[in-house]
């Protein structure tokens, strides 16, 4: 067995600093000996022959052609794409408007370069300039680049000594960018006026401790830019106004071992997610700090704390909701809460489908992109309906809604809906039953209540069922899905994944990429259909054999046995059944109405349940629902 040595300082090459500049400079013995060991790693792990094996699993299980999701911004939307065979990607828009419009090759800007790496690249918030941070050398010291947008031609020599990260001002005259000192590090943080030399640029903040790195950030607000100063276990914040006209620094706090925190902006506060006194992290409110008085963490008002053994991971603050992220156990828990800074309420769990997943937060552009159709009923009102026993109040409410959503299906004019964003719960069974759909590609459907121990009660199950039962021509079969989506709370995180569960109709409804499109296209197609609409007739259905509630049983209890399910999991889910199976002795045909109020009566059994209770109010207070 060979001795490890640790006697290696002899490979920092004392020019190092060239060698990153030039790697043939790298001295001849320090070259020879790392030829020498990447040459016996050749030979211990295959060489080529494996190399490219691995290669080509790994791209195997990779689309050759992928896009990202389009993010409009103005007039424009935004994307990346991979082309088939492409090491880099391709940056492109479209505007409302006209065809797509390339922005940067990825592919091209690294041709004729051994190595080549995008660290960031953005378009200006006036649309008109497109700015990218690119490594041609792999020693991470990238150059900044500035084209007028839809041109390949610089606009001006790139900026050198760069970190990878900037930030435009809101006028699209400026750039704010981290440069890199003699040692590598990122110490200093400068503001590029566009049209003028890289030696006029103003310094905004330098960074003196050796220990200590930069980042640049923006609010979603877009107002202000931020500048982060952390080690491995402190970090501290400065605040800049978003134009670049002022470019004195605000303090957020002073520098305080062991505090850790990241800011977002809701007028006339900061929003904060940090450990002051919370080592699993809370949310926090503060004023917003001046220049002479920076903010006291010891007077933060705090809005949300995780509860016991959770920790909280991450937050979005939009327009019109914020989104937080907790972990438990290493799993993503998502909610939604009112956009209100000065208190804090849970509106709405994000359901997914399984309790074991990789999931996380990943930030947008924009703070007003959270156009939502509907999350759903508020649960604060059936948590006082149930707490006061008001069971005949609770059925009034779901009866009115059955008889609206049943009015929708049956006007005597067509109904199209036209969501974008989240349609979930009872925002998606007012969605079933329209006529037809015109859906964002960026719309999630789905029922979810089963997730907080109740079921869907405004149609929800009916239309599920009778979906399915029209694609399978099967009532058993209808049902057995049915159950399944509806038991998971599952939720389709685009049209496309929607319709599998037959909560998009790919034959039937239709999507649209720019959400500005959707009223129009709704209108229109509302417009095409009038001349000869005649309203659906009410469905003939079946319930499913009383037999198929034994295998739906046995199914849960084996869940149960093994831990994948609570007891009142099982609870939920057999409750979901009585809508569509038979019980014994009992007729299987069966009218709309009666499927309406097998619904309210299953909600009702399960509003009655101390679990049900408990999983709601946990909802509300925690931001997840109790696995009980």
Known sequence: MQTPTTDNHWLKAANWQEVLEDPDSLPADIRSYLETQNQTADQWLGGETSRQWIIDEL?????????SVPIWEGE???????VEGAEHP???????????????????????????DIGAADHSPNHQLFAVTEDRQG??????????????????PALVDCRGDFEWSTDSSKILYTRLDEHQRPSTVW???IGTNQSDDQLVFQLDHPGRFIGLGQTSSEAWITIDVHDHQTNQTFLLPASLDDLTLIKVTDWIEGLEYEVEHVEP???IRGNQHHEDFALFRAPIPTLTEPSNPDQWHTLWVPTQGHLFSDFEILKHHWIIEHSEEGCGRYFIAEPDPETFKIRQTLALESSIHDAHLDPLPGFERDQHFSAGVDLNAF?????????????????????AVAALKYAPVPVVGAPSGLAAGGGFEVLAHCDKLVVHTNSVLGLVEAAVGVVPSGGGVKESYLRWHAHLGDWEQAAWKAWMNLGYAATGSSPELASRMQYFRQDHDETVMNRDRLLPRAIQLVTEMAASYTPPKPPKAELAPAALAEKMAGFMQDGVDRGDFMPHDKTVAMQIATIMVQSPDEDSPIDEDGLFARERAAFIRLAKTPETHARISAMLDDGAPVRN
């Open 59 to 67: 791209k195997a299980t990779i689309r050759d052609r992928d896009d």
């Open 76 to 82: 424009f939307q935004y994307w990346q794409r991979f």
């Open 90 to 116: 391709d940056f492109l828009r479209q505007h409302h408007t006209q065809g797509e419009q390339l922005l940067l090759c990825g592919d091209k800007r690294a041709s004729n370069h051994p190595y080549y």
């Open 383 to 403: 948590r006082r309906m149930i707490e006061a026993g008001q069971w005949d109040e609770i059925d009034g409410f779901l009866l009115r809604f059955q008889t």
């Open 191 to 193: 503001c590029h006026l």
């Open 139 to 156: 020693s991470e010291r990238y150059t900044l680049t500035i084209f007028n947008a839809g041109s390949n031609q610089p606009l001006e």
């Open 269 to 271: 506060y900061l929003i």
